[in-house]
């Protein structure tokens, strides 16, 4: 018998002035009036209370690693790399390309590559200065178009121009720092960027006190000579997923843009796929890298707990919250990835983590079969069909059908008990931590996140602590079906769809996202939306990931086909992206790396998006 117990709540969708109302209604008599605990309760925040817990409760989901699992993740040194011969392979690769005087040969609507510009400034052809002259010319592109992209939300041309003309005479000097030196990459209003205000996504927190040094993973990518454009857009302190937000601005999806980019790192969705930049910075909490990457047809990794540095990330989920790249192509989010990952003094959850470690960079565009020979895929079919619109699904399925007729993966029927009561101890976690770092001034929020506030207001110490507890259980089970513990009588009890065996996948697939991206109707622009059903689905494979720490890594699926009508009668065109998610053991991302770009090779061409800025003459 199925162990399947998702559903969706009843709560309608509110927005324009109907929600300002309803936000003023709840923050006064909410509480007196039973309305707090009808919505809680339709949105499942109360479920904990009348489940009985022997486990301890987990704190931050930092799993140790054990000796067998450092040692296997160097053993095989002609498919490993560290991350610094990782970069120095790709350098060289580059550098001979720009030898040889080979030209960028693509379409005007190709992705720009770190490599592109590389090879570019490297044979001489362009120099940093004058692509930073024509970023500044696309960011304001960007925001005078109609709609406007509406991705950057905080940039400075002159200190655009300053990074550019450093990074200019590295490169007359033959001295530059590496692979990404010259190259524009925006970061998530989350993340410290000296000379900037953290804003995350409002408009008064750190009003007028900009950050006095970059956040541990900016240095990194500053000191391998990174163009760091400014902040990019998100959801108002990162409550949300869809990044509406009537405090700052809402950025458009490239590919449809009357539709949602996702959120909360929408304005990095947005940015790369509308090519101002080949490189993004998010931070995924639940869902925010790999969702506004899935709706925009770009790729995004949320790594193990642990793996990349928080210092300088503004903490409003900390226990569960990672920052991760966001990427147009696989072998930029390696790029990144080997640049911002590993141990930070500064940072002592960092320092638990094994090496980081990459595959090596697959060989060609048409690389030969056989890639992921006995990968074994854990699906678990009744939680991966349950999407709205039956096309996510079968797109999905048509990429996995490729990975294992063609490339030897084999997928593997597996069950995942309690998803319900998984999601909402992530719920509980993700926004009771959010109400104790954001306190005061909560009547200059939008309407959606001053509601979700005081619903939240309502929650009590046992449903955290329970929260933690369902975490330890949900861990417990991940490490049996991963390898990591054995299944003992306790565990065959609790979970008899391991049928007592252990080490039965390597990792497990979903789509992304089990929706296709709301449309933005002008109440939400002005007012935000209260639409819980839509973000239940939107982060339906989203928070198991977060909730244990685990990594997940989106990659481009396919697109969409057909034509749909919403039962609220929006419609939906065709050409919405569609992603395919792999998640993975704690520090397993080299997996996933690899997966995901196997994945890119057998999608092939991508599509052109409808609000295109990256035609840089390279």
């Known amino acids: 018998m199925s162990s399947y117990n998702l559903k969706d709540p009843n709560t309608p969708v509110i927005s324009g002035a109907l929600l300002a109302v309803l936000c003023n209604v709840v923050e006064s008599v909410g509480e007196a ?8 309760n339709d949105a499942g925040l109360y479920c904990l209370r009348t489940r009985e817990y022997t486990e301890h409760p987990t704190a931050t989901p930092v799993w140790a690693p054990h000796e067998d699992m450092i040692a296997a993740a160097v053993a095989d040194s002609t498919r490993t790399l560290t991350a610094s011969e ?16 080979t030209r960028f040969s693509g379409t005007d609507h190709q992705f720009r590559t770190c490599r592109d510009f590389y090879v570019a400034y490297k044979s001489g052809r362009t120099t940093p200065t ?12 960007s925001d005078e178009i109609k709609p406007a992209l509406g991705a950057v939300w905080n940039w400075n041309k002159e200190a655009i121009l300053r990074q550019a003309a450093a990074s200019r005479a590295r490169y007359s000097e033959g001295r530059p720092l590496s692979i990404v030196d010259g190259v ?26 900009p950050a006095k040094e970059d956040a541990h993973l900016v240095a990194l990518l500053r000191a391998n000579g990174a163009i760091i454009i400014g902040k990019s857009t998100m959801h108002e302190i990162g409550l949300g997923i869809t990044n509406f937000n009537p405090s700052t601005r809402t950025p458009r999806n490239p590919y449809q843009p009357e539709h949602s980019t996702g959120g909360s790192s929408g304005g990095s969705g947005a940015a790369v796929a509308a090519g ?81 470690v990459l595959p090596a960079p697959l060989s060609a565009p048409n ?11 854990g699906i678990y079919r009744r939680w991966f069909e349950d999407v709205t619109h039956p096309e996510i699904a079968q797109v999905c399925f048509k990429m996995l059908e490729s990975l294992c007729k063609d490339h030897g993966a084999v997928l593997v029927d597996i069950e995942i008990p309690e998803l319900f009561e ?68 306790q565990h065959q009890a609790l979970y008899p769809c391991l049928g007592g065996k252990e080490g039965i996948v390597d990792v497990i697939v979903t789509p992304t996202i089990a929706n296709l991206p709301t449309k933005i109707g002008r109440g939400a622009e002005a007012y935000g939306e209260s639409n819980y059903v839509n973000t239940v689905k939107t982060m339906q494979y989203m928070m198991m990931a977060n909730l244990t720490g685990i990594p997940g890594i989106t990659a ?3 697109y969409s086909k057909e034509q749909y009508h919403h039962a609220n009668g929006d419609k939906y065109p065709t050409g919405f992206p569609i992603g395919i998610q792999f998640m993975g053991q704690w520090w397993d991302e080299k997996r996933l790396i690899h997966i995901a770009s196997v994945c890119e090779q057998v999608l092939g061409a991508r599509q052109k998006p409808k609000i295109w800025v990256g035609d840089y003459k390279l």
């Open 130 to 141: 004058e692509i930073a002259e024509q970023l500044v010319a696309a960011i304001k592109e």
């Open 276 to 356: 101002l930049c080949p490189i993004a910075i998010g931070c995924d909490g639940g869902g925010s890298v790999r969702i506004p990457a899935s709706y925009c047809g770009i790729y995004g990794l949320k790594p193990t707990q642990g793996r990349i540095s928080a210092r300088g990330e503004f903490p409003l989920a900390p226990t569960v919250a990672t920052s991760g790249p966001m990427c147009a192509t696989m072998e930029d989010l390696a790029i990144v990835y080997a640049i911002i990952a590993g141990q930070d003094q500064r940072d002592e959850f960092s320092c638990v983590q094994p090496p980081v």
């Open 422 to 489: 998984n999601g909402k101890a992530h719920n509980i976690t993700i926004v009771a931590e959010m109400l104790a770092k954001i306190q005061d001034d909560r009547k200059k929020m939008n309407h959606q996140t001053r509601l979700e506030l005081a619903m939240i207001n309502s929650l009590r110490m046992r449903d955290y602590v329970r929260a933690q507890q369902q975490k330890t259980r949900s861990i417990r089970f991940l490490e049996t079906l991963f390898g990591h513990k054995a299944s003992d009588s």
């Open 33 to 40: 009036t039973g309305l707090i605990s009808f919505l809680c």
């Open 184 to 209: 524009p990459v925006v970061i998530k209003d989350e993340i410290d960027v000296e000379g900037f205000e953290t804003g995350v996504g409002t408009n008064f927190v750190n009003k007028g006190n």
């Open 86 to 101: 990782y970069l120095a392979r790709l350098q060289a690769q580059a550098d001979q390309e720009a030898a040889s005087g």
């Open 556 to 558: 481009v699926a396919g």
């Open 367 to 377: 690389a030969s079969s056989g890639q992921l020979q006995g990968l074994r895929i």
